[in-house]
T-cell receptor, first 112, second 115 residues
């Protein structure tokens, strides 16, 4: 069966420090991959999606970037974190056939 | 562009009472509709989905939802709420007719269950 792993679960980083959040999927190949951000009390905002290795699309201008170095690996990064980057980040995958998305457990990022 | 509206930010019901969470969507083509549930600090779990066919869909944990095209709605229902149903619920529409295939979420409804 397919599983999605996202780590770390929580992270506290100082302003100006770099960020790397990792997401990997097992049990499937060539998935669509997504990074969402969820602000407190709000819905999910799509940040990036990828339909294949090296193919990244950004949905909103921001301080973050994403990369897909391997088929089932999706990384969310920043060179210099801002206070406003504090949020709950969720990775997800779906089949290219376009059924539902499956979510990781999320990373709570606090920038101090 | 597609959008999803969940008009109720917070709902409180008594245990054993019935529940209906509202969802309205805006999408130009045939919608793919989903309900997800999120416990605090956790990821999202799929409750049910609608792609086509019978407009009343059954999901996990005793939930069901009805697709009404004329009202652009996909309301979630449960006949008898349990204390463990307290969580946040998200309605989403999927744009399955493009390569992007991303979901657009509503802002969520937080459900509180009173004993």
């Amino acid at each position: 069966s397919q599983t999605i792993h996202q780590w770390p679960a929580t992270l506290v980083q100082p302003v100006g420090s770099p960020l790397s959040l990792e997401c990997t999927v097992e049990g499937t190949s060539n998935p669509n991959l997504y990074w969402y951000r969820q602000a407190a009390g709000r819905g999910l905002q799509l940040l990036f999606y990828s339909v294949g290795i090296g193919q990244i699309s950004s949905e909103v201008p921001q301080n973050l970037s994403a990369s897909r170095p391997q088929d089932r690996q999706f990384i969310l990064s920043s060179k210099k974190l801002l206070l406003s980057d504090s949020s709950f980040y969720l990775c997800a995958w779906s089949d290219h056939g376009g059924t539902e998305a499956f979510f990781g457990q999320g990373t709570r990022l606090t920038v101090v | 562009a597609q959008s999803v509206t969940q008009p109720d930010i917070h709902i409180t019901v008594s245990e054993g009472a019935s529940l209906e969470l509202r969802c309205n969507y805006s999408y130009g083509a045939t919608p793919y509709l989903f309900w997800y549930v999120q416990s605090p600090g956790q990821g999202l779990q799929l409750l049910l989905k609608y792609f086509s066919g019978d407009t009343l869909v059954q999901g996990i944990k005793g939930f069901e939802a009805e697709f009404k095209r004329s009202q652009s709605s996909f309301n979630l229902r449960k006949p008898s709420v349990h204390w463990s149903d307290a969580a946040e619920y998200f309605c989403a529409v999927g744009e399955m007719d493009t390569g992007r295939r991303a979901l657009t979420f509503g802002s969520g409804t937080r459900l509180q269950v009173q004993p």
